[in-house]
């Protein structure tokens, strides 16, 4: 930290200006894959500085990776037509590419060319395939999100156009200009929405949402319709209705259920529905229509919330809002499923003791010989979550339920996949300390088999394939002396025998499937590690072709401290606690620099980065003389539930006992300048938040 007397005004300026510094010091190519034709080949646009970038082809089958064209040749090919051309800044962010690369097919403004055999270039009159974001049928506020992605906007308008992000509350935030012929390549997050303006009056021209991959948002004049299915809610009918209306149809009105046949005759079946506990409209069918389900319910209480919002918009006066939210103690919405006999018209009386108290009930649906409907039980409290079957005779059983003496991590961690052919259920569970997947018969009830197993978690299922009895998963923590929380693409079988890694190398990884599954592009970091990604067979894991490998040294160049992992035992002196140490750029190991830490330590999951990124808030911080660092303590998610469990009743914990020896640890290892005394107060704040606040809005992207 700078003495008394020291001016600080240079660490306040080089924090400022970081954003600026290092926009341009880190270009990463994320590998957006085209596959062409049918997909044993594809290309991809290769980033490598500012406004520079190529073209790359990749051929599986022949393990070979190469230039999409002769980047040179065109670009002389294209000023020898009058057009202004660079082999590292092409006018163009998509083609359309045969396998062999003998032709290349591209739009530059508003005609299309076609460069044949790495030599003549002519133009194009047909139409080309292009990749590009489906406008969005109306603008919606931005999701959060910390998918790093980009869109590069062409304008293909004959006039300047305005780039606004629209923020979590739906208000727009201008961030750049795309002028007329032109794009601007621009850096979010999957879920980000960003809306194409006219710079000169403000007319919409078109709204897009970020996804997963690097994308071409392509703003046109006149767009064709959009489809309306954006707008269609994916939730449930309010009432699922035989198929045939020649079947007894089960509804609700007066509060009570009520049955019509087929001649229109309507038949009242319950009783004791009443404005204070009445039956939901979704009625649940069983598959031949002669029983149906419906969920009587006792309403959640009012409970009523005041805010003040200090500084509204329209008014100079602040205002009073309220709203309705739950707060511990107060009464919830209770369900209560209960079965109906339409043919014989009356309730099938079942008992309620396996789901008396529950925070929630989900419907999930009867089984595939009609005779059982089964729905998932959440218990107040989350110490238990079950499966509840009500059978058309009226009887009640548990099929699959587990249950914790703190909680069941039913938010994080649930996850159910019923194979109807075989009468079996894959179904996740912390039960042996981990997080892991079991097969069970719902048939007998019984657990057939754990399917993985081991001192790591299934982080979720990507994909099961009932033929072949086998199953793809993310795994965190798979692979011993690597970090507990770095994913890795794992297949398993349904008897948990042949648990095979897909992806190797030692970071987190992300994965990207070819269209027949084939093929998967790796690519993996660490908050020490820019990007690398390989091309696998899908089937072994086998590396390919090596595809690309990002580093950061300009980025140390532009003024950036590179990022350092650290992991000591925690409060029970062998827990492994796991953390990044950030300094300043002009870092000097004979200062002594107090510590700030970026705490967060909510239950729902782990938030230290994994992988690699600028960390730019981060960096910032460090900046003005501080050592910045983040840990996961016990008690957030993703390590074992014992781990997890300190969270338990317990929330003031945070970690802390944790963080103190994790910091304490790191500060006597090699590290004195770690100072763990008393932090001192930065000199001038004023001047601090002047040069904090002028940095440029278009360098700032929430997440």
Known sequence: MSSPNQDVTPDFERSASLADRIQNAYIETSISPRWIGSGNAFWYRRDFGADQSSFVTVDPEQSLRQPSFDHERLATSLRDVGIEANADSLLFTSIDTSRDGKSVKFRIGEKIWEFRDNETLAEYNGEIK????????????????????????????????????????????????????????????????????????????????????????????????????????????????????????????????????????????????????????????????????????????????YAVESSPKDQIQPRLKQFQYLKPGDNVRVDRPRMFDLTEKKEVTTDDALFQNPHSIYDMGWSADGQEYRFLYNQRGHQVLRIVGLNTQGQVRSVIEDSSTTFVDYSQKEYHHEIRDSNEMIWASERDGWNHLYLFDLQTTNMKNQITRGEWNVRSVESVDEEKRQIWLKAFGAVECQGPYYAQLARVNFDGSDFTLLTSGDGTHTWTWGPDRKYLIDTWSRVDLAPKSVLRNAETGEQVVALEENNFDNLIQAGWAPTERFSAPGRDGKTMIHGIIIPPSQFDPNKRYPIIEQIYAGPQGFFVPKSFSTLTSQHELAELGFIVVQVDGMGTNWRSKAFHNHCHKNLKDAGLPDRIAWITAAASQSRPWMDLGRPKRPRRPSLARRLLQSRRRGLWMPR
């Open 130 to 305: 292009e990749d590009s974001l489906t406008p969005l049928s109306s603008e919606q506020p931005s999701d959060s999100s910390d998918k790093s992605t980009f869109i590069t906007f062409i304008n293909r308008t004959k006039e300047s156009v305005a780039l606004f992000w629209i923020d979590y509350d739906g208000n727009p935030q201008r961030y750049a200009t795309v002028e007329a012929g032109k794009s601007n390549r621009m850096q979010t997050y999957s879920g980000h929405v960003w809306r194409a303006s006219y710079s000169d009056n403000g007319q919409l021209i078109a709204n897009f949402m970020a996804q997963d991959l690097d994308a071409v948002a392509i703003i046109e004049e006149e767009k064709p319709s959009v489809a309306k299915a954006i707008e269609k809610s994916s939730s449930p009918a309010l009432s699922q209705r035989p198929e045939s209306s020649d079947k007894p149809q089960a509804l609700v009105k007066e509060y009570n259920v009520w049955v019509r046949d087929a001649d229109g005759q309507e038949t009242q079946l319950s009783i004791n529905g009443t404005e204070g506990n009445p039956f939901d409209h979704t009625i649940y069918h069983s598959p031949n229509s002669q029983f149906a389900v419906a969920y009587q319910y006792t309403p959640e209480q009012t409970s009523t919330v």
